[in-house]
């Protein structure tokens, strides 16, 4: 059965650093998704948050001499304000320090004991703090000071100690069953064949808690151990929903999740000990994760050691929220790797905004408001050409709405930006300020098939950016009902005689500073 909800969520980010664009990107592709769902109908949760939990934040507060739960509180707190800062839609903030989410995951804990997947043991072997993994010593490479390397290019060390563990061998046919039955569930597809082989490898049964620190939710009955912090962290996108009381509506509307987006990082842990998890404790999986590409900054990879992460605040300072947003979208083919210079993101910002959208929404407006009396013009007579002109803009709408149906964001900005140069170059060839004179109605019936360019135009772009595009359907005057995708065609054309507003730029290209 078909339902009109979706849910979407963001991973959740380690407190142990604040934001940057990598971070940013994923949310801002999550909201776009939510945005986007809203505006064709479906009732929508997205969810973000901070993961608190864990050795690296422990070692982390140790370094600054704080308390871990200080640091937890104020680099949480910089994740809140990314949502403010990035104009983020989620319905809801996680963090999972919370009374709701430790008893969540304590809840999951549960049930896969209580059906036999968990048994007590002790762990020997690698282990990496910065990306809270375990790894095979055939995994590992020898590092330049003589210790070892995991293939992400993290130092691993040495853990002995204590452990309950995760039956996750027993989940390998399992997990491959499901793969080969929802070819959907992993995407995109080279991050499916690569967890595929994965699983064929063989999976080991999973250490999952800790007795060598104390950051960490407590397990059920055995308080020496701390739960391993990706069994804790997964957990989140069910305690959102109020679980463990699968009565709560939230988690009857939005459960199984439609999508959980994440970076190709962390796409091993969302594909396998996540489903595996789920299934060990009889619950639905969700229904897709997805993984996108890398950014790297000027061609080199973003670390603290280079100290070349970009923080989110001095991009929005410096080109705008819009702006930035637009280029996040629209630079990279989702799911594959980019790069971020201020280059391209000048290129894009005067290019295809100041140049293309801006330039023939100002044009536009500024001539309806000399020529028309700032009112939709009336009773126009298009020709056969404008029909088909409008014609194509309305059904081509579906090529946009597929592209962000499969995360194709910088495709489905394509068809905008070619509404866009289409428009433009049909005010060069029809040269509305000649025909003021010559051919008054023509004049009117041309600045009305621009003005439906650009409601189309300024509709599709509410998902990516939706404070410019939002200006400019206020200075169309079109309502809140009219700016739903539902809104795209004929039967929403805009009305003649409708007076707008005082035509304001939008786009402002970008000027270096003068040094
Ligand atoms: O992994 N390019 O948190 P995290 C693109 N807490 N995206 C990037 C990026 C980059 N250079 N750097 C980071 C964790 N990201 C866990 C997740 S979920 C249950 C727990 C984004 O703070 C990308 O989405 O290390 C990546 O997966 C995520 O930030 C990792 O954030």
Not at 17 to 39: N, Q
Not at 398 to 425: C, G, H, R, T, W
Not at 439 to 449: T, Y
């Amino acid at each position: 059965m078909t339902n009109n909800n979706f849910y979407v969520t963001t991973p959740i980010y380690y407190v142990n650093d604040r934001p940057h664009i990598g971070h940013a990107y994923t949310s801002v592709a999550c909201d776009v998704l939510a945005r986007y769902k809203r505006l064709c109908g479906y009732n929508v949760k997205f969810l973000t948050g901070t993961d608190e939990h864990g050795q690296k934040v422990e070692k982390s507060a140790a370094s600054a001499a704080v308390a871990p739960q200080a640091l937890a509180d104020a680099n949480s707190q910089h994740f809140r304000e990314l949502t403010g800062l990035m104009d983020l839609s989620n319905d809801d903030f996680i963090r999972t320090t919370e009374p709701r989410h430790v008893a969540a995951a304590q809840a999951l804990w549960k049930k896969m004991a209580d059906n036999g997947h968990i048994y007590l043991g002790s762990y020997s072997g690698w282990y990496s703090v910065r990306d809270e993994a375990y790894y095979q010593e055939s995994e590992l490479v020898a590092g330049p000071k003589g210790n070892k390397i995991a293939p992400t290019g993290a130092e691993v060390e040495w853990v002995e100690e204590p452990s309950y563990f995760f039956k996750l061998s027993a989940f390998e046919g399992p997990l491959l069953a499901h793969y080969e039955q929802n070819s959907g569930f992993i995407g995109p597809d080279t991050r499916r064949n690569e967890i595929i082989s994965f699983v064929k490898g063989g999976l080991k049964d999973l250490s999952i808690s800790r007795t060598t620190f104390s950051w960490g939710i407590p397990v059920p009955g055995d308080e020496k151990h701390v739960m391993y912090v990706w069994l804790d962290a997964l957990t989140n996108y069910l305690s959102a929903l109020g679980f463990p009381d699968t009565s709560k509506p939230d988690y009857k509307a939005f459960w199984p999740a439609d999508l959980h987006m994440v970076g190709k990082d962390i796409i091993r842990f969302h594909t396998v000990y996540w489903p595996a998890f789920l299934m060990a404790a009889q619950l639905p999986l969700p229904k897709r994760v997805f993984a996108h590409g890398w950014w790297t900054i000027e061609g080199e990879k973003m670390s603290k050691s280079l100290g070349n992460a970009i923080a989110p605040q001095a991009l929005v300072e410096e080109f705008g929220l819009d702006q930035t947003r637009w280029f996040m979208m629209r630079e990279v083919p989702f799911g594959n790797d980019g790069n971020f210079s201020r280059e391209g993101m000048i290129n894009r910002i005067n290019s295809e905004l100041a140049n293309n959208i801006g330039n023939l929404a100002q044009r536009t407006l500024s001539m309806v408001a000399k020529n028309c009396d700032g009112k939709v013009p009336g009773k126009v007579a298009m020709n056969a050409q404008d029909e088909a002109a409008l014609d194509k803009l309305y059904k081509s709408v579906k090529s946009y709405m597929e592209s962000i149906d499969s995360y194709k964001f910088n495709q489905a900005l394509d068809v905008v930006v070619a509404f866009a140069s289409e428009a433009n170059a049909y005010i060069d060839v029809q040269a509305p300020w000649k025909l003021k004179k010559e051919d008054p109605k023509r004049m009117e019936a041309v600045l009305f098939v621009l003005l439906e360019y650009i409601r189309v135009i300024a509709i599709l772009l509410q998902p990516v950016m939706p404070k410019s595009s939002s200006k400019i359907l206020d200075q169309l005057c079109i309502t809140p009902e009219g700016r739903g995708f539902s809104a795209l065609g004929y039967s929403a054309r805009l009305s003649p005689g409708a007076v707008l507003l005082a035509p304001e730029p939008v786009f402002p290209r970008f000027m270096e500073k003068a040094a």
